[in-house]
Structures are given as structure tokens and as C-alpha cells.
């Protein structure tokens, strides 16, 4: 018998049973195609560093003894797609068997699906053996409730995987440490400069263009940035262990123009496409504290643990409760144009311009500045979620759709109508002023409603509440915002409606 085993660009898992042994009858096969390069318009950066970690795992099947087929995005016989190619390697090399891992993305899991119907010799799927939980256990976990509540699950996933618990009880005795974490960056702090990589990886950039895919973003591909192999993905761990968790919490919302990783780990590339586990991630960072508790508060250990085990479990499952209905989901039927800077950078906003600049060149962006800059002004905005979608789903290196989808659609947008979050992570530059250093250098003034220096945020933050009372008038958690809105005199109302649907109008001059 002989069978024909697919990997795909994201599951590049070294620790996974499958290559416990060393097999003859079984051959690999990763290939690079266009139906991947093209569903999205893909930052450089990321679809050079999927190629160059695809390559960099298929030379260490080879250094192992595994037999790999590699089809490289030019090579004379690529079909360019998984479907065509594996129906092609299948008539042509006379295998007997197709097995395949479960696929991270619904798209991607009912074209395998089908390709299974269509060929003629039996297939089977295995787990990825990468999440801590399976598709279905989110869904099973809130069945029958309205409201999945991160918080809970997260304290199921700690107790379950006995993650810094003593007994039934978290260490320290407390679950939830956000009220301490979240500060500014004070004035004169220098963060730790971020680890990169040197990698040389010119070969496979010219390859792309080469082959004119449509990218965005910068590149210098003779010291690319980003781990593309198991190793350098546990370096990174290692320095983010090391360097920057004593801070992480403190400072894991915080803002600063020319800043672009702060006291991040960075390491959401690494574990998407499987190089590293997110229980190494987590082990590693609990190890750390084990070592240096005089140096590590716990607090800010459990800032990032429930970054991992908490919401990046719990968006997975969100996905495979939610999807196919979640990817169009507009609740606030939004039907706005994003705007041309989007894509340049080319604004006056502070804020938007650095966010935007630091994801067109490192094709990176720090949670707080993907949920309360580019978000946030997104949804002020009113723009439809499919561009939205389209515009997260290419910019970022760790941007596949199972994660990015229910962050962007969910928690950003609240155009699931509060399944992720339970209210529109909205804000006006007051927030943005707390949390960040970006205002001082504006062009508009932060502290103007009204008026060619008003800042945007202020009054399309009002007109975002105004127009859509009919939806969220009654959550409770906002009440108070509408309150204070009544209460505003009808003149100062009408002012900023004004201003927002001026600012609105000219959306591409902002
Ligand atoms: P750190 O701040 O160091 O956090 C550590 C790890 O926790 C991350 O690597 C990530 O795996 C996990 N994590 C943290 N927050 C989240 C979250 N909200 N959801 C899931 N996992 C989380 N993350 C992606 O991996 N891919 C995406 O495409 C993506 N798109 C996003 C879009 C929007 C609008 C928002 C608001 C968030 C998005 N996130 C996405 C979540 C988060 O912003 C990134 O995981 C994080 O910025 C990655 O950088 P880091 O590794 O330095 O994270
Ligand atoms: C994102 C991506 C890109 C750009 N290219 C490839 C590719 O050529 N070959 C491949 O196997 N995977 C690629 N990927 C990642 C896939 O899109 C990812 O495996 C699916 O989204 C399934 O989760
Ligand atoms: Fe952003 Fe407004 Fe502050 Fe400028 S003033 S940086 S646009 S929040």
C-alpha cells in the first residue's frame, strides 16, 4: 500500500504522531499554490515567511528520512490548488490511501471534504495535535446559553489543564488580574528592543513576484524579521520569556508612536502555523516565573497565560460553533467603503497612520492597536465587515481566518451582535490619549469636537452611538453613554452630528 499524506502551509507541527516513525509506503506532500497566495491580498512578509517555514519543515522531514513531495509555486506541473494537485499526484503515483489533518479554516475543511468524495481510494483525517481544545468542546461548553463568556471558559480551560491551580482554587487564591494590568508607557521609558531575525530569504521573494502575486506591504528580504523554523520560534519564546513578561501585562495595552512590539511576545506567527505549541508557550512562561518570582509578579504571568489558554482557544471554538453564518454577519448593517489609506498610511491621524505604517512594514500590529485604533475607527466609520475582514485577513503575518474573523467580525466589529464581546469596543480620542503618546504629535487636537482640527474620533464616536440607539439603547452597559447624550443640549448635538457627517462624507481626506 502506499499513501499519500497532505500538509498544509499551516501545519507545520514537528511534535505531531505522524512523523513519530519513519515509513516508506508513506509520502508527504506540501505545495505552494494560488489558491492560497490569492484568497486574500496577503502582506509580503506573510506569504514569504508561510513559504520559507513551508521549506524550512520540508528539509527537516528530509534530515528525518520522511519522503516529501514539494511543489514549489513555479514548478511546470502545479495545478495550483490542494485539490488539484493531490487528484493529480493520486492518478499519477497509484496510491492506495489519502490522509489529511483536520484544516484550521471551514474553506479549506469542505474542499478537502469534497476532494475525499470525488477520488477513488479511501481517505481518513487526523487531529491536528496543536489546540488544547477540540472544534466542538467551546460549543458543548455554553449549549443551551446565550452569552459565551470568555471568563468562564477560561476558568474551565485553567482548572481542566491544571494550569497554575492549587486544587480547585488559582494560585494566589484570584482569577482575573486585568484592574491591575493596562498602564500608560510612562513618558521616558525606552521598551526593550524587539528580537528579530536575520533571515535571508530573497530566493523565495523574487519567486513570488516573479510569479505576480498581488501583495501589500514591505519587505527587506535579506534580514527578514520573523522565525521561519522551530528554532528561532523557540529563541523568540525564550527572549519574550526572559525580556519581556515581567512587563507584559503592565504594559500590554499601552501605545507608543515607533514602537512597534513593546513588551509583546510576537510569537502568534510561530504558533499559528504550528512551529511552536501553545502548551510550550504557556509551560515555558510559567517556568520563567518559577525561576524568578522576586522578578515576575504573577499578575503579569497571568495576563498573557489567558491571552493563550483563554481567548485564542475560545475564538477557535466561536469559529466552529459560529461559521459558515459568522462570516456574514453585519449586525449594525454597516456598508461604508474602507478608506484608500487603509492601504497607504497616508493620513493625518496620528494614531491610524502609525498603526497602519508599522502593519504595512512589519506586517505586525500589538492587539490594543488592531482592536482600538484601526478597529475602533472602522467601526466609528460605519464600513461594510467585509472589508473590513479582507483588509485583517492580508495585512498581518498571524492572520488565518479561524482567529482573525472572530476578532475582527466579533470581538472588533460587534457585528455578531455580542457573542464575543458584550458590548462595541468603541472609544473617542480620550481613550486613545490615555493609553497611547500618539496625540500630542497630532494634526487634529484631541480634546476639539468641532471644527477642521477636531479630532475624528470625538464626534463619529457620537454619531456612532446616535444612529445606532435602535440596536444597542437598551444594553445595559451602555446605558450610561446614551444618558449622557440626552442630556446634551440639541445645538451641541447637531454640531457633531454635523462635523461626523462631514468627516464621513470625506472619508479619504481624513
Ligand atoms: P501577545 O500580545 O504577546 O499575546 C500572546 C498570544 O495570545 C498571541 O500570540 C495570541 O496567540 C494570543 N492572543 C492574544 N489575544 C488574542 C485574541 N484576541 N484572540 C486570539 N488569540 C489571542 N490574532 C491572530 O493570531 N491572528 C489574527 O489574524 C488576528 N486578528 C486580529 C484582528 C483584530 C481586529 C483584533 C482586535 C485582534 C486580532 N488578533 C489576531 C488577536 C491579537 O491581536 C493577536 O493575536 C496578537 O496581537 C498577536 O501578537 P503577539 O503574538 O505579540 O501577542
Ligand atoms: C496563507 C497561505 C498562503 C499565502 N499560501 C499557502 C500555500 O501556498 N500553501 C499552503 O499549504 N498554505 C498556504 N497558506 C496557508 C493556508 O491558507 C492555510 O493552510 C489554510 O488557511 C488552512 O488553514
Ligand atoms: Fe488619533 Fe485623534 Fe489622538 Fe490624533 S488626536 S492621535 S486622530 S485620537
Avoid at 520573523?226 to 523568540?236: A, D, H, M, T, V
Wanted: neutral net charge.
Amino acid at each position: 500500500s502506499k499513501t499519500l499524506r497532505l500538509i498544509l502551509g499551516d501545519q507545520l507541527n514537528s511534535n505531531h504522531s505522524w512523523f513519530k516513525t519513519v515509513d516508506d509506503s508513506i509520502t508527504y506532500v506540501m505545495m505552494e499554490v494560488r489558491s492560497e497566495t490569492d484568497y486574500a491580498n496577503h502582506h509580503i512578509q506573510k506569504v514569504v515567511g508561510i513559504f520559507a517555514a513551508m521549506q524550512n519543515f520540508k528539509n527537516y522531514l528530509l534530515s528525518k528520512n520522511h519522503k516529501v513531495i514539494y511543489i514549489h509555486l513555479n514548478n511546470n506541473d502545479n495545478l495550483q490548488s490542494f485539490e488539484k494537485n493531490i487528484q493529480n499526484l493520486i492518478s499519477k503515483h497509484i496510491f492506495t490511501h489519502f490522509e489529511y489533518q483536520f484544516p484550521d479554516e471551514y474553506r479549506v475543511d469542505l474542499d478537502l471534504k469534497k476532494l475525499c468524495e470525488s477520488i477513488s481510494i479511501p481517505s481518513s483525517v487526523v487531529d491536528s495535535e496543536h489546540f488544547f481544545t477540540t472544534r466542538n468542546e467551546l460549543g458543548d461548553f455554553f449549549e443551551g446559553k446565550k452569552i459565551y463568556l470568555m471568563e468562564s471558559f477560561y476558568r474551565a480551560m485553567r482548572k481542566k489543564h491544571n494550569v497554575m491551580m492549587e486544587g480547585e482554587k488559582p494560585l494566589t487564591g484570584q482569577w482575573n488580574y486585568d484592574g491591575e494590568n493596562r498602564k500608560k508607557l510612562p513618558k521616558n521609558h525606552k521598551p526593550t528592543a524587539p528580537l528579530v531575525f536575520n533571515n535571508d530569504v530573497a530566493n523565495i521573494y523574487e519567486e513570488i513576484t516573479k510569479n505576480d502575486v498581488k501583495t501589500i506591504g514591505t519587505i527587506d528580504a535579506k534580514n527578514f524579521v520573523w522565525p521561519i523554523n522551530r528554532e528561532q520560534s523557540l529563541q523568540l519564546l525564550d527572549f519574550f520569556a526572559e525580556k519581556c513578561l515581567q512587563l507584559f501585562g503592565s504594559y500590554q495595552d499601552a501605545m507608543t508612536p515607533n514602537e512597534w512590539s513593546l513588551y509583546h511576545s510576537r510569537i502568534s506567527f510561530s504558533m499559528n502555523v504550528k512551529m511552536i505549541s501553545p502548551r510550550e508557550v504557556v509551560e515555558r512562561c510559567i517556568d520563567e516565573w518559577k525561576k524568578r518570582p522576586n522578578e515576575i509578579e504573577f499578575n503579569q504571568l497571568e495576563g498573557f497565560v489567558r491571552q493563550i489558554i483563554g481567548w485564542r482557544e475560545y475564538m477557535r471554538g466561536i469559529y466552529w460553533n459560529k461559521m459558515p453564518e459568522f462570516a456574514s454577519m453585519n449586525f449594525f448593517n454597516n456598508q461604508e467603503k474602507l478608506p484608500d489609506w487603509f492601504w497607504t498610511g497616508k493620513t493625518k491621524m496620528n494614531c491610524m497612520k502609525d498603526a497602519i505604517n508599522q502593519s504595512l512594514n512589519y506586517a505586525y500590529a500589538h492587539h490594543i492597536q488592531r482592536l482600538m485604533i484601526t478597529g475602533n475607527f472602522a467601526l466609528l466609520a460605519g464600513i461594510q465587515p467585509d472589508e473590513i475582514d479582507a483588509w485583517y485577513l492580508g495585512i498581518y503575518i498571524d492572520a488565518f481566518e479561524w482567529v482573525e474573523i472572530t476578532n475582527t467580525r466579533g470581538m472588533s466589529q460587534f457585528a455578531d451582535g455580542g457573542i464575543v464581546g458584550t458590548k462595541p469596543y468603541v472609544s473617542s480620542a480620550s481613550y486613545i490619549d490615555k493609553m497611547s503618546h500618539y496625540c500630542g504629535s497630532c494634526f487634529y487636537k484631541k480634546s476639539l469636537k468641532i471644527g477642521e482640527k477636531a479630532c475624528p474620533f470625538n464626534s463619529l464616536y457620537w454619531n456612532f452611538y446616535d444612529r445606532n440607539e435602535d440596536k444597542l439603547g437598551k444594553n445595559p452597559r451602555i446605558g450610561m453613554m446614551y444618558n449622557v447624550w440626552r442630556k446634551m443640549k440639541p445645538e451641541d448635538k447637531t454640531a457633531l452630528l454635523q462635523q461626523a457627517e462631514y468627516y464621513l462624507k470625506n472619508m479619504n481626506e481624513l
